[in-house]
């Protein structure tokens, strides 16, 4: 028993050594919730960034795969996590801005549940036509789409994709009649504009980048207000010829449950606009065939709440679509 002392001093000194001060004090591990399979975009940002953080924040970060329902279902359960900042969220466009106006919508409200960090990429969006066509620019396109019965035929990802609602704005702003055929992807598209099935395609730059550069495809116009970084001789639409257009880009950024404290989502994202403006980053990001468009979660907010509502004033004026 006279012993007991001696012990506890042991005891207390062995828990003042910084490395096991540090063990008993280590912070959880931050979980970064991406809702879709790995390989694409979205996964491959999440784990630059991840691998970034836990350097620059002396956290751990890791990335956890949730994918289904358009990219909402790893959203939903990141949402649910306690609002502590050690949980996150990669969300794309259509979880983000469009998924929550469509009829089919599960009530998810991305901008509800989650709040901004930072924005991190954009993925352009461009229309093609086939180089052996007629179709040589989005004036020549208009013209056919106003005169012809048929009006043009387009091919996108999807419907309400990104890439088709892009053209339903130009149709809208133009009265021009396009039609839309959906595919299972942006190459599928692509290769039927280029072996002549449909004039035109709205799909990512990344898809079609390599058919223009060698002379198969004709690029008549990136969808986004500015022109992209990877492909700066390439106008924008409203520089094309239908002024005041801006369709966007595709955006990827990071969120975190509603109500997490701010100043948690602010170290996050001033620590990601250090790490996205550094240049082995900035190659990383190039690798995945995007654009590195860091905003912080003020401008991220402002950015989404407008989108929000320029495709929730689309999507009311178009029909139902399956």
Same mark, same amino acid.
């Given at each position: 028993?006279?012993?007991?002392?001696?012990?506890?001093?042991?005891?207390?000194?062995?828990?003042?050594?910084?490395?096991?001060?540090?063990?008993?004090?280590?912070?959880?591990?931050?979980?970064?919730?991406?809702?879709?399979?790995?390989? !694409?975009?979205?996964?491959?940002?999440?784990?630059?960034?991840?691998?970034?953080?836990?350097?620059?924040?002396?956290?751990?970060?890791?990335?956890i795969n949730q994918p289904g329902a358009g990219g909402t279902i790893g959203l939903i359960t990141a949402s649910?996590?306690?609002?502590?900042?050690?949980?996150?969220?990669?969300?794309?466009?259509?979880?983000?801005?469009?998924?929550?106006?469509?009829?089919?919508?599960?009530?998810?409200?991305?901008?509800?549940?989650?709040?901004?960090?930072?924005?991190?990429?954009?993925?352009?969006?461009?229309?093609?036509?086939?180089?052996?066509?007629?179709?040589?620019?989005?004036?020549?396109?208009?013209?056919?789409?106003?005169?012809?019965?048929?009006?043009?035929?387009?091919?996108?990802? !999807?419907?309400?994709?990104?890439?088709?609602?892009?053209?339903?704005?130009?149709?809208?702003?133009?009265?021009?009649?396009?039609?839309?055929?959906?595919?299972?992807?942006?190459?599928?598209?692509?290769?039927?504009?280029?072996?002549?099935?449909?004039?035109?395609?709205?799909?990512?730059?990344?898809?079609?980048?390599?058919?223009?550069?060698?002379?198969?495809?004709?690029?008549?116009?990136?969808?986004?207000?500015?022109?992209?970084?990877?492909?700066?001789?390439?106008?924008?639409?409203?520089?094309?010829?239908?002024? !005041?257009?801006?369709?966007?880009?595709?955006?990827?950024?990071?969120?975190?449950?509603?109500?997490?404290?701010?100043?948690?989502?602010?170290?996050?994202?001033?620590?990601?606009?250090?790490?996205?403006?550094?240049?082995?980053?900035?190659?990383?990001?190039?690798?995945?065939?995007?654009?590195?468009?860091?905003?912080?979660?003020?401008?991220?907010?402002?950015?989404l709440h407008s989108e929000s509502d320029k495709w929730k004033e689309l999507l009311k004026s178009l029909p139902?679509?399956?």
């Amino acid at each position: 028993m006279r012993f007991k002392p001696i012990v506890l001093l042991a005891a207390l000194a062995l828990s003042m050594l910084p490395g096991v001060a540090s063990a008993q004090s280590a912070p959880k591990t931050v979980q970064i919730y991406v809702p879709f399979a790995g390989g !694409g975009s979205a996964d491959g940002i999440a784990r630059i960034i991840a691998a970034e953080l836990s350097t620059s924040l002396n956290r751990q970060f890791v990335i956890i795969n949730q994918p289904g329902a358009g990219g909402t279902i790893g959203l939903i359960t990141a949402s649910k996590a306690p609002p502590d900042g050690d949980t996150l969220a990669i969300a794309a466009t259509g979880a983000l801005v469009i998924n929550p106006h469509l009829p089919t919508s599960n009530a998810f409200d991305t901008l509800k549940e989650l709040t901004p960090v930072a924005k991190l990429i954009d993925i352009p969006i461009i229309l093609v036509s086939s180089a052996k066509g007629d179709l040589k620019t989005i004036k020549a396109v208009i013209e056919r789409a106003k005169s012809s019965p048929d009006g043009v035929t387009y091919g996108t990802t !999807g419907v309400n994709s990104s890439q088709h609602l892009a053209v339903e704005l130009l149709k809208k702003m133009t009265g021009a009649n396009f039609v839309h055929v959906p595919y299972r992807g942006s190459a599928p598209a692509v290769t039927d504009v280029l072996g002549g099935q449909i004039p035109m395609a709205s799909v990512d730059l990344t898809s079609a980048h390599e058919h223009i550069k060698a002379g198969t495809l004709t690029a008549l116009g990136v969808t986004s207000a500015h022109r992209a970084k990877m492909a700066p001789d390439i106008p924008t639409i409203a520089e094309a010829g239908v002024p !005041g257009f801006n369709g966007s880009a595709s955006i990827i950024g990071l969120l975190a449950p509603a109500a997490t404290p701010p100043a948690k989502i602010r170290e996050v994202s001033q620590a990601l606009s250090v790490i996205m403006a550094k240049p082995d980053v900035q190659a990383k990001v190039a690798l995945l065939s995007v654009e590195p468009a860091y905003e912080n979660e003020t401008r991220f907010a402002e950015l989404l709440h407008s989108e929000s509502d320029k495709w929730k004033e689309l999507l009311k004026s178009l029909p139902q679509q399956k």
